[in-house]
């Protein structure tokens, strides 16, 4: 088992900066990605950053540019960078971490998830 424990969220102005963190515990050896998921009320949740154990990272459209998604491995940490944040960035923010095995998933851990507010 794995727990995610995230960090960091709140409320800022449009233009403004947050960082979120989030560490991860347990059976961590078995990750194979993490990163970071939103969900927006009445949406569907959607992937905003994740990044891989080799470093390689993807962002939703929407972020690049603005977003950074970066790991400490020491401390079993990855931490998203938010700047020039726009009210549309409003969501409540998940970590997620990936067991895949080559395509398959075989298991999805999230975080309790942390609200980000941008107001306009």
């Known amino acids: 088992q794995v727990q995610l424990v995230e960090s960091g969220g709140g409320l800022v102005q449009a233009g403004g900066s947050l960082r979120l963190s989030c560490a991860a515990s347990?059976?961590?050896?078995?990750?194979?990605?993490m990163g970071w998921y939103r969900q927006a009320p009445g949406k569907r949740r959607e992937m905003v950053a994740s990044i891989t154990t080799r470093g390689s990272t993807n962002y939703a459209d929407s972020v690049k540019g603005r977003f950074t998604l970066s790991r400490d491995n020491a401390k079993n940490t990855v931490y998203l960078e938010m700047n020039s944040l726009k009210p549309e960035d409003t969501a409540v923010y998940y970590c997620?971490?990936?067991?895949?095995?080559?395509?398959?998933?075989?298991?999805?851990?999230w975080g309790q998830g942390t609200q980000v507010t941008v107001s306009s």
């Open positions: 347990g059976s961590i050896s078995s990750i194979s990605a």
């Open positions: 997620n971490g990936v067991e895949k095995l080559g395509p398959v998933t075989l298991e999805d851990y």
